[in-house]
């Protein structure tokens, strides 16, 4: 019996899963009838269908979950079947589509009688995509199996399934979107299926970039083991990532239309700075198993071998055994493992992922550029023979990376990073380092070298901004993970520029346009120990700088040199610079900054206990307070200093100084021995190099010594000398006083004035028991570091009055002729005796 035609119009199945996961369907476990069991021939052999066509159907799915409800909906077209009898064969073909997705069936089945085996025959067809299965089914009503080949051609018109199972492909990795854009990529193997499970082996992949093998195993029951092995002999990443050559369009074809993404790619982009919470998909009735295999494979032009991946998933957790890969760039090597496990709500944890990678090579510096990571020019030989290990671990609350260890060159780094996830994202890093030498390392360490003639010339505008986008490197760090980064770097020794820093330590935040230092630490041979301080903002248009610093010591010398300055020859004649500098750079930001020293060198003065402070901006520089101790002298100064004209003034004031240190150390004389000053003043000067600003120094000030001790003349003997003696005796002892010995100097004022460079004693005032009065001037060069002194010392000597043997006196004047003229590191006295014979004859021979 033959039924020719049966036509089902609108048919429609409905399923459902309720709250809670149970289906609103079941498949009851059937068993053959009793005469089929007997093996008789039953009527089904005798009825057939020559027609079965369903014109339209719908099939709905709904999930049941309220808070997220979800129904997907499938249109049954044209869906014909035919059949020779109810026990086969059969041919069954058709459509599925929907708004997303359009794809049509077709298959053959031949008798499913129990004692023969049938052919079958299956293709899933979407667009030019498509998957044919064929082989045979055996005991199809006791314990069926199939047995067959699959051969898989997908091309990108498997676009529609992606869009059904909600895929964007702009959110795809560039590879895989690629590989399902490919025409080319072929996939065959040999299927076995049964109730038990099936596996597809002898599978072979064939793309436009590699060839490939493996197998499928998939094992049924209350746990689901899926076994996926898969072995590739070459795989060519860099092909696979190749943007595919777009189709070419239909002559007069209206364009197609482009449908948007399901995620807004504008809204991703803030999505992404507040990561979501990381989900691991983990079903606990099923275990899958990825095995991978990769001989050779290029990627970013290196050719990569032995890349292996073992990965376990399912039952709570996902073990990533081993992922490895050799011929890495520079000889490197990298292992990595890891496991994520479930959360567990009793204990009060959370989904974790822990993993660890370990890394050797023998050039770390073409490793991290194949990472495609910008880092700064290094020289060759450097940042070889590395080991590095670390542990990462990941839960929705933080990203730790810990024990990190790295081996390079001749020193070590160790530490750790946190990320702490939430409404404001933070992170913490702490990282030690051995012994470094930057300047081994660095190709230039001098970071004015771009501009020729830094500080020798003025810069211009686009030079100078130049300079302020040096500070930009802070809005060009990514903080989509983090809002604020906390960082503490330590280094047991650290040299640059040929300093030697040991037990340096920073402790810093990193904002967005900000850096906050809380803490810096270090010392040094030529600063001792040094804490600080400081803030940067680059937010503004100007950035703004802050800065706190002690140091234990410092040499002016050092803001260019970065090490230990020579000791000054205070005997030699100093050679000022006429090289031009221009402060120029120092406008680049606002800065305000405080400073203290234990001892400052500043050229040839010496300061300790400094306290100073001031603030920088593009037009002037100012130190409203500069104070101190001057050779033991209190010290308190202020002054400003314009950056365009380069103008200085300075006020000053110095109180009970050590007067023979000062001149020791600033001009080489030791001729005084005891005694102390005190001095104030201002000063106003102007020029581009340290000649100039000396040759232009002008201003007032007044001085005044006491106690002071003169070595190298005993003025005291001619004081104390009868003035009736022969002229030998005269001269002898007048000769002897300035021979040797020293005199003690009461005080010593004077006023001082200045002007393009000459500073001008006048009123030199000297009061000593050993001379009466004197009549000096003097006047010093600061640029030809020149001194010229001349008058004389009077002494009044008793001259007896009428012969010896009266006793009385009177008082002659005696002058004594100085003259000093050279420079102001060997100054040599000249003493005019002359006068003391002149005086003499005009005594003894003028009465």
Known sequence: MTLNKVTLNKVKIDLENFEGGSPSWNFSEGRPAADVEQGKQVVADYFGIKGVVIKEGTLIFRSGDKANPKVKQLDLSEVSIDASSLSGPFKIKGGLKSDELNFSFESEVGNLARAEPADVTFSLISGSSRMDVKGEVSNWLTTPTVKGEV?????????????????????????????????????????????????????????????????????????????????????????????????????????????????????????????????????????????????????RGQEVTDVQLEMDMGQGATMIRKLSAKNLPGESVIDVSGKVFEANEAMGQSQRFDSVISATGKDLIPMIRWLQVDFPEIKPGKMKDYDFNAKITFTKERTTVSEVKLAIDDTYVIGQAVVVKGEVPVANSAFKVGRINLDDYLVSSDPT???????????????????????????????????????????????????????????GVLKPNALDVRSLEFESSFTGKVKGSGFLNTSGLVPQIEANLAFDKFD????????????????????????????????????????????????????????????????????????????????????????????????????NASLPQSLHDIMGIDAITEGRYSASGSIQTAGTNVKALLAGVSGTGTMAARGLVLKGADFSKISTMRFDKPLEEVNRIVYEALAGGQTSIDYVASSMTAKDGLVDLQNLTITTSAVDRSAVSAQISLPAWQADVNGSVIYGLKYPIGGTNIGMYTTVDIPLGLKISGPLNDLRPEWDKSAVAVKWRERRFGQ
């Open 151 to 299: 051969t898989a051609n997908i091309d990108r018109s498997i676009d529609s399934l992606l869009d059904y199972f909600g895929i964007n492909r702009a959110l795809l990795p560039k590879a895989v979107s690629t590989v399902l854009s490919n025409k080319t990529t072929e996939v065959k193997g040999n299927l076995f299926l049964s109730s038990a499970g099936f596996n597809l082996s002898d599978v072979t992949i064939n793309s436009v970039s590699t060839k490939g093998s493996g197998s499928v195993g998939v094992t049924f029951g209350n746990l689901v083991e899926v076994n996926v092995k898969l072995a590739f002999d070459n795989l060519d990443i860099d092909k696979l990532m190749e943007e595919p050559a777009p189709e070419p369009a239909a002559p007069n074809a209206a364009p197609k239309e482009v449908k948007k993404p399901t995620v807004d790619l504008k809204e991703f982009g803030k999505e992404a700075a507040t990561p979501a919470e990381p989900q691991f998909d983990l079903a606990q009735n099923l275990k899958f198993m990825l095995g991978l295999d990769i001989k050779k494979a290029k990627f």
């Open 449 to 507: 070298a771009a501009i020729e003639g830094f500080w020798d010339r003025l810069l211009t505008d686009q030079e100078l901004a130049q300079q302020q986008r040096k500070f930009d490197v802070l809005r060009h760090i990514d903080f989509s993970f983090f809002k604020n980064l906390g960082i503490s770097i330590a280094a047991d020794e650290l040299i640059y520029k040929g300093g030697n820093y040991k037990n340096f330590v920073v402790v």
């Open 556 to 655: 002016i010398r050092n803001l260019r040199d970065f090490k230990p300055a020579e000791a000054y020859d205070p005997k030699t004649k100093p050679v000022w610079s006429e090289k031009n500098f221009f402060l120029g750079k120092l406008g680049i930001a606002n800065t305000k900054i405080a400073l203290k020293f234990g001892e400052l060198d500043v050229g040839r003065l010496k300061f300790t206990e400094v306290e100073t402070g001031g603030t920088i901006d593009s037009e002037m520089i100012q130190v409203p307070s500069f104070r101190g101790k001057l050779y033991g002298g209190l010290l308190d100064m202020k002054g400003n200093m314009s950056i365009g004209r380069q103008v200085l003034n300075v006020s000053f004031s110095v109180a």
